[in-house]
Structure formats: C-alpha cells, structure tokens
C-alpha cells in the first residue's frame, strides 16, 4: 500500500538552530508532493510542493525542500527556526489518483 | 476570499446520536475532499467529489458514515448513529478541480466529541 513515512514525530529546537524534517514515500511511478503546515490553532496550508524540474524547491516562510527521487524522498529544511515556526508539519503524496495521502506528521517546538 | 467553511467548530454529542458537519467549499472550487485527522492514524482522506459527484469513497470507515454534496456550494458528512471512536477532527478541503497537481485549501475542521 501507497504510504507516507515521517520520522521525526516530535522536535525540539532552539531558535536559529537549522532544521531538517525526513520523509520518505513509498511509490514507484510518478508522484506530486507537499509539505503542509498546520501553526497551533489554525488549519493546514500549503509550505511547498513539487512536480517537475528542479528537485530543490523553495516555499514559503524560508523553507525549502529536495526530492531525491532515489531514496524516494522529499526533505523539509530551513536554515534558521523561529519561535513562529513551532507547528505541526505534514508531508504529503499524490501520486497521480487526485488523493492525497499523508504522513503521520512532525511537531516542531522551537523554544525562544 | 472566505476560504472553506466548516461548522460546527465544535461538536459534543452523546453516543448513538446523529452528528451532521457541514463544509461549503471556495467558490470556484470544483473538488471537495474531507479527512479525519486523529491521533492514531493521523490524517486520512474520507472521500471526495469532483463536480458535486463522488469519485473515491473508498475512505469512508463504515456504513454509519455517508456523505453528499447536494450542489457546488455545500457538503455534509454524517454519522449515524455515532460512536467514541468516531471522537476526532474532520476537515474539509477544495480545490480548482481535484488535479494531482493542486493544492487542496483546508477549512479550520470540526472537532467531535462522542460521548
């Protein structure tokens, strides 16, 4: 079956510590990916996403992503943390059926 | 723009009772998707719609739970009769038109409470 693995399931860090969120996917063909935020309170929005082209992807709020199509994954990174950025942070697949199919999810806890 | 709406916010109701969430999706929006989000399974889509039409229902946990989208507008997700183990936050979500390739808005959820 077609999941979604997210190893860290809860972080903390410092602020300005950089930050690194695995992911890995399991599915063969072609696939779309995300990353989802979700900041205490509030409903998930979209950080990044991926289709094509450049494997390193950047979004919003300094984030970035790289797919690694060999290791089938799609690691979230920001060189920097805020005390903002403490959230719960999904990644995501669609691989071409229009559902999205989530990982468990990260909470991050950036301590000021 | 309003986003997706979805209400109620909160919900507590007692076990064997009927519990109705309702989701009006972005104008303009055409694909309606709604998820279960808990602690043990994380988030897992539902169903969803394309046109106001059922694509994949093959989410939906049991027969206690039916969905409909009755126009473009508006949805709702029912649980009858409900159980403790239905206790969890429901999203709704839309987008253009359900591509692969698009982002899905999510409404702020509903949480249930089963009693």
């Known amino acids: 079956a077609q999941s979604v693995s997210q190893h860290n399931h809860h972080v903390i860090l410092s602020e300005a510590a950089s930050l690194e969120l695995g992911c890995n996917y399991s599915?063969?063909?072609?696939?779309?990916l995300f990353w989802y935020v979700q900041y205490p309170g509030q409903h998930l929005q979209l950080l990044l996403k991926y289709f094509s082209g450049d494997p390193l992807v950047k979004g919003i709020k300094g984030f970035e992503a790289e797919f690694i199509k060999s290791k089938f994954s799609f690691n979230l990174r920001k060189p920097s943390v805020q005390w903002s950025d403490t959230a719960e942070y999904f990644c995501?697949?669609?691989?071409?059926?229009?559902?999205?199919?989530f990982g468990q999810g990260t909470t991050l806890q950036v301590k000021p | 723009d309003a986003g997706v709406i979805q209400s109620p916010r909160h919900e507590v109701t007692e076990m064997g009772q009927e519990v109705t969430l309702r989701c009006k999706p972005i104008?303009?929006?055409?694909?309606l998707f709604w998820y279960r989000q808990t602690m043990m399974r994380g988030l897992e889509l539902l169903i969803y719609f394309n046109n106001n039409v059922p694509i994949d229902d093959s989410g939906m946990p049991e027969d206690r739970f039916s969905a409909k989208m009755p126009n473009a507008s508006f949805s709702t997700l029912k649980i009858q009769p409900s159980e403790p183990r239905d206790s969890a936050v429901y999203f709704c979500a839309s987008s253009l038109a359900g591509g692969f390739q698009e982002t899905q808005y999510f409404g702020p959820g509903t949480r249930l409470l089963v009693l």
């Open positions: 599915y063969g063909g072609t696939v779309n």
């Open positions: 104008s303009g929006h055409n694909s």
């Open positions: 995501a697949v669609n691989p071409n059926t229009g559902k999205l199919i």
